[in-house]
């Protein structure tokens, strides 16, 4: 496996947007260039390393700060990380921007209207219901914040996937990130 220098690509996002959708099929066109990387997707990390925390603007914040840390922690070991996370304040970002040396931003852009539509988990619906554990809900409670500077913009309400993930490795390619 070839091994990239410090790089994490960080996806943010509404729920529902694609994030990890895309994320997965990025990875796999990587490990078919022999590109060393790992997935980080927030959910999943919830159920570990984040398992005490709740969903409140504070405990976000602490989740985002967790998964950049892990993102370092393989950038320094020379694994390419792809972070799912709907990181929805610009702070938040900010943070994880600072302490990774090489960071690609990705703004999985969706409006609210399609996201829940494609919402198979019924999170939308739970949250405009003030469901327990739905009160800080992304996109309903809790406001998503556009990132100020991605590095690219994907539109999936408009783009297929695969045509988000050319999109996405052309950004790469372009900024001499992978070849």
Known sequence: MTKVNSLTV??????GSGKTTIAGKLIEKLRGKNIEVALLDGDNIRKT???D???SLDDRNEHMKRVADLCRSNSENGILSVA???SPTEESREYARKILENMFLVYVRCPLE???KRDVKGHYKKARKKEKGFENFVGISLKF???ENPDII??????SVEESVDKLLDGLKEK???G
Do not use: K, M, N, Q
């Open 10 to 15: 960080w996806f943010t996002g509404l729920h």
């Open 49 to 51: 390393i984040s398992g």
């Open 53 to 55: 925390l709740g969903y």
């Open 84 to 86: 799912c996370v709907a």
């Open 114 to 116: 399609v996201c829940e």
């Open 145 to 147: 914040e556009d990132p």
């Open 154 to 159: 994907l539109e999936t309400d408009r783009e």
């Open 176 to 178: 001499e990130i992978i």
